[in-house]
């Protein structure tokens, strides 16, 4: 008998006497959920992924091509992150594209790796094509992950290959459920074992139960394979709109307004906020750690301005009138915006704003106001309730700036369409023209196009359809005369390209 056969012998005598968690204790952690990047610049990009317990996160990054340093970061996982951990590679070479690797490692066991891709953004005065998705709504009203086909919409996607991915907002949907049989015949859910935040039974007061909420619709969306195989390929920049919390939220309300004598609201804006964060490649802002709105540079032809209208929101219920100073983006975002988009010297602006311009919005407007810029004129009692003045005021300083080439993107109202705006906001004379692109939802309730349109901006619908699962695709290129040209469409969960949806656009 060798000297290896004995020790396997002595080995498997102590198992016989030892308690089951002395070789439990030396199983590797393990990835779940996948890996993903995000908040990519020309140098820098943040790594994230999520481990079956607290452990240490090694990840490396290096040009997929082979030339180039490879760099190494570790990180730290715990159960109060929900055991989620991000490192930030700096350092790195613009228009370049990346492959890097994650692992966990625990009481001296490494875990398995999976590997992701990104490509770093061209410098800010470098020409270059860039190509975007963006969307959301994800798993509500009962459309959630199939059995057997997940959220199907997710390969199509992936296999554009596009530069990085703009997830609109309610991307989760925490005031919904899960359940097995689906909203139509034949569709059938993996369960979610979760319940909705909205739930009279859920006590808010009762913070970790309200947290693990959160995290478990979290869990859920981001357990879906095709999911992470698209977010292994391509970055994304999140976004939140008001399901990644409650409908139609304010986050400064006291209480919220469908629920006045609901104990415990600022609980669950703060769970929803941080579980926001924890699963997610976001760094927080080293000054202003509850900011989510940023602006991105993609080269010399696209900068990406990513809004916040639910952090700072006075109560939607509050006329907009000239007194009432009701606003969505609240002061420092708006004069952030205002000067940022002035003193953009990218070719095209695009804003990625998680409420629509034109198109009103919100549950009960006639009690409870308006969700999103536009006022509305029906039904009775809803109208002045929008956030019209704060928008006139900011579209009056672009066309005073002279700002040309804004392309607002939108998902939240569950069909798709395309609009273009032109008025003399500031009374020179002179119009400013600027696009809305609107996309979704990825797999919500899928509602018929434009029910209502305020006619207060003159918009001039380009495209419209509704009642079905969809994507908004956006691309900036060399024309053929050297002129940056837009291009945008709309893509079904098949990845087809919807009739009419195709929008070619040229700068002024």
Partial sequence: ??????????????????????????????????????????????????????????????????????????????????????????GLSPATRYRYEIWFEADGARGASETGTFR????????????????????????????????????????????FFVANGDMIYADSVCPARGPLPGWENVPGEFLSIADPAVDWNETDTVEEIYAAHWRYNRADPGFQAFLRSTPMYIQWDDHEVINDFGAAWPVLAAAPDRAGYPNIVAAGRKTFFDFHPFTRHPDEADRIYRAVRWGRDVELFILDARSYRSENRAADDPDAGKTMLGAAQLAWLKDALASSTATWKVVSSDVPLAIPTGSRPEALGRDAFAGGSSPPGAAGTGFERELFDLLEHLDAEAVANIVFIA???????????????????????????????????????????????????????????????????????????????????????????VLELRPE
């Fill in 1 to 90: 008998m060798n000297r290896l056969s004995r020790t396997l012998i002595c080995t498997g005598a102590l198992a016989a006497v030892l308690p089951a968690v002395a070789v439990v204790a030396q199983t590797p952690p393990a990835i779940v959920d996948g890996v993903a990047a995000g908040e990519v610049t020309s140098t820098s990009a943040v790594v994230w992924a999520r481990s079956d317990r607290a452990a240490t996160m090694r990840a490396l990054a290096a040009p997929a091509a082979g030339a180039g340093a490879t760099i190494e970061l570790t990180a730290s996982s715990s159960a109060d992150g929900h055991l989620a951990a991000q490192a930030v590679f700096t």
């Fill in 120 to 163: 770093t953004a061209p410098a800010a005065d470098a020409s270059g094509a860039v190509s975007l998705i963006w969307g959301g709504d994800l798993a509500g009203q009962g459309y959630c992950r199939q059995v057997g086909v997940g959220f199907p919409i997710f390969e199509p996607m992936r296999a554009l290959d596009a530069d």
């Fill in 411 to 501: 998902t939240d109202v569950h069909f798709a369409a395309q609009f273009r705006y032109e008025q003399d906001f500031d009374g020179d004379g002179e119009p400013l023209l600027f696009h809305e692109l609107v996309s979704g939802p990825l797999s919500a309730v899928r509602r018929a196009a434009l029910p209502e349109l305020d006619p207060t901006l003159h918009p001039v619908v380009l495209y419209a359809e509704g009642d079905i699962f969809n994507f908004g695709t956006l691309r900036i290129e060399d024309g053929g005369t050297g002129v940056p040209r837009l291009s945008t469409d709309i893509r079904d969960e098949t990845g087809r390209i919807r009739p009419g949806s």
